[in-house]
């Protein structure tokens, strides 16, 4: 188990682990999971005769975002090169998704909600302030096809906003941090800088120690004497 400070186990060893990300906490993950669970509904209520390519490519599209953001956040604790290339990922599966709602709004004659839509910003406030699923769940059954769109497109704007800016961040500390090589031998050079400072002070300690053996040798030879 690691401690809670610089990259060091409880026993004191230098680890070369990254800090794990805790995607359950960033919020583009968890409206990546509205965005998987609407456009489940969305393609079963409203693209049933459209025939299973459309369907399963949506959902997969939606899905691999998700999974994507989980897999880079688990996988950056050794490789950050993997967890950079894994948002990517997750952030053109975004992308593709983002196209496929446009494209259903274009096929049925509508166009997406902008800005002056008597609409479009209460619907913008409701998906900036809630991330949750459950602040979703008993929404989405009742809403229409033009609803479920233009939320989702909603939505897969602002998890492609917070991608684009995260993975610059990532991609910064990369450059700062370097890959799980550097840190390894970041962290071996850190444990022997430790294991020298334990010999210098051990032996520091016993040169003490022999200057107060000889010491008290002195005062026993003394009292010998008388």
Known sequence: ????????????????????TAYRK???????????????LFCKRFFKKWGDRTVDQMIQAARS???????????GQTSMESEIKLL????GSNG??????????????LSPWQQGHHRYQKMLDFCREHYEYQDFQELLPKMTGEELANMAICLCLQVDSVLEK??????????????IRERMTAARLNQRESQRQIIDRQAQEI??????ISRLRKILDGLDRR
């Open 65 to 75: 975002t998700k999974q994507n953001i989980v897999e880079g956040s688990i996988d």
């Open 96 to 109: 593709e998704l983002l196209e496929d709602y446009h494209d259903y709004l274009k096929c049925i004659g």
């Open 26 to 40: 960033l919020r583009f993950y968890h409206r990546s999971d509205v965005l998987y669970q609407l456009t489940q």
């Open 166 to 179: 995260y993975i610059e961040r990532k991609d910064r500390e990369f450059t700062t941090e370097g890959g």
């Open 207 to 212: 040169a003490a120690l022999k200057q107060e």
């Open 88 to 91: 990517g990922i997750a952030r």
């Open 1 to 20: 188990m690691m401690t809670r400070d610089s990259r060091r186990y409880e026993d004191g060893t230098a680890s070369s682990l990254r800090q794990a």
